[in-house]
Every structure is written in C-alpha cells, then in structure tokens.
C-alpha cells in the first residue's frame, strides 16, 4: 500500500491491486491549488463530513463510489469502516458528527480521524482496534488541540503517524501548525515528498509529507 498526502485532510491510497481510494477531498477556498474539475479518477472517495473542506468531489473523475455514511463498506480489495463520532466536545452541538475511517488492505490497517473534535471513549477506541498507520489532524481549533490530540495518538498507539489538517504557507484557517503536536509527541521525520510506503520496512515514528496538491495546476 502507498499514501499520498494531496493536502490539508485530503490523502490519496493506493493498494497493491490499483485500487485508489480518495479521503476528504478540499475545496479551493482552503488555499491549497485544486485540480481541474473532472480531472482526478479514483474508485472510491470517502467524507468524514459534510464540510467543504472534506467532502469537495467537483475535482473527480466519475464513475467513483461515495462513502459519507457509517457502516462496513468492501472496496474491490480493500475494507472500510467508518466509525460515527463528533466535530466537537459537545456531542456535535456547534460542529456536527465526523466519522472515523479504517481501511484494511494489504495486511496495513489505516485510520483517518477526520475531524476528531473530543477525546475518544473506550468502547471507540475498541471499535478501531490496532492501527498500523493513523492519519490524525494536529492544527487544534476545528479539532482537538495539539496537544489532547497527542494524548489520542498514545491511547490508539499506531506504528506510523502522519500529521494532516495543519496551518502551511497555502493556509487562511485559523489552525495551528505541526510544531505544537510535534513538541508533545516527541519529534517527527520531515519527508521531501508527498509519498510513502507503507508496511515493509517503513520505521515506526511520526513522518511528516510535503503536499502534493503545491504541484498542481490550479483549477
């Protein structure tokens, strides 16, 4: 399996077999470039909500299958569960639900929080079970803080962490950069590029990729 960090949230997977599976595509207003509408061709895209920075589908290719909803999900060669959980601390009074994602292929099991807003009782934390690679946003404000979110990656204890949904040069919103989440967790790995492998010989650590969406043409 590889991992494609595009932008923000947004990360394209790619198995061995050719699926691709696209998770919480932006729109242009987050800052970062979008690709021509009707240009990206995946077979699947998957929202962790309704938010115009994770459900922005104008850039794909059709035909593709829409997962927005909770559920077990098979994916060609690739399983997927999304997990119902919240935007905020309140149940999703001020932000509404979110949904966790869990793709299984190629013996990895990777998670996307989404935009985890509160911290993660037991029994969620049982429904996820082992993760290998864990996608989790680190920027605070719209999600947890950088610091509880530290809190949630030691208590899913994943292999491999990669940093998404933080302030870079292309950003407006009002997040934080990876420096806070870094700082709490321990130290990360600054990649030159926007892939990466993952199972094999990929070292346990957090890793952060450059976005692949600054090499677009712009929409």
């Not at 509880?148 to 950069?177: C, D, K, N, W």
């Amino acid at each position: 399996m590889k991992i494609n960090y595009i932008g923000h949230a947004c990360f394209m997977m790619h198995t061995k077999a050719g699926t691709r599976i696209l998770m919480d595509p932006y729109d242009a207003s987050v800052g970062y470039p979008v690709p021509k509408a009707g240009s990206v061709a995946t077979d699947c895209v998957t929202a962790s909500h309704g938010h115009h920075d994770h459900n922005a589908v104008e850039w794909l290719a059709k035909p593709y299958e829409l997962i927005d909803k909770a559920g077990r999900y098979t994916v060609k060669d690739v399983v997927v569960r999304a997990i119902p959980c919240w935007h905020d601390e309140v149940q999703g009074q001020k932000r509404g639900p979110n949904l966790i994602f869990i793709y299984q292929a190629d013996g990895v099991r990777l998670c996307h929080l989404g935009d985890l807003g509160h911290e993660l009782d037991e029994e969620t934390l049982a429904a996820i079970g082992k993760v290998n690679v864990l996608l989790a946003p680190v920027g605070g404000y719209y999600t947890l803080e950088p610091e509880l979110m530290a809190r949630q990656v030691r208590a899913l204890s994943p292999e491999i962490v990669i940093p998404m949904h933080y302030a870079t040069e292309f950003t407006s919103l009002p997040i934080a950069g990876p420096e806070r989440f870094i700082a709490e967790i321990g130290g990360a790995v600054e990649l030159e590029c926007s892939q990466m492998a993952l199972g094999g010989e990929t070292a346990p650590g957090v890793y952060l990729l450059q976005p692949a969406s600054k090499f677009f043409d712009r929409a």
